[in-house]
């Protein structure tokens, strides 16, 4: 069984960055695809950025240019480079990989 846990979440101003980190445990298989997703309050979980096992990677219209998803198999970790941060970022983030998810870190960007 996969866990995962996410960290690196916080309070961060408005143009700020912050790295969050997804550790796994359990049979974790580099040619599955691994996702950040986030909730903001009274919205329903939206996808931020996929990687796919080659590398590939696709990101919501709204981080785009801003986020950078990367992942290191080695050390079944997935990371989400979060930069030129925005109040409309906050949310809880969660990490995402086929049939687990993370329990979320929450990330408030405000002045």
């Known amino acids: 069984q996969v866990q995962l846990v996410e960290s690196g979440g916080g309070l961060v101003q408005p143009g700020g960055s912050l790295r969050l980190s997804c550790a796994a445990t359990g049979s974790i298989f580099s040619i599955y695809d691994w996702a950040w997703y986030r909730q903001a309050p009274g919205k329903q979980r939206e996808l931020v950025a996929i990687i796919a096992r080659g590398g590939s990677t696709n990101y919501a219209d709204s981080v785009k240019g801003r986020f950078t998803i990367s992942r290191d198999n080695a050390k079944n970790t997935v990371y989400l480079q979060m930069t030129s941060l925005k109040p409309e970022d906050t949310a809880v983030y969660y990490c995402?990989?086929?049939?687990?998810w993370g329990h979320g870190t929450h990330v408030t960007v405000s002045s």
């Open positions: 995402w990989y086929p049939g687990a």
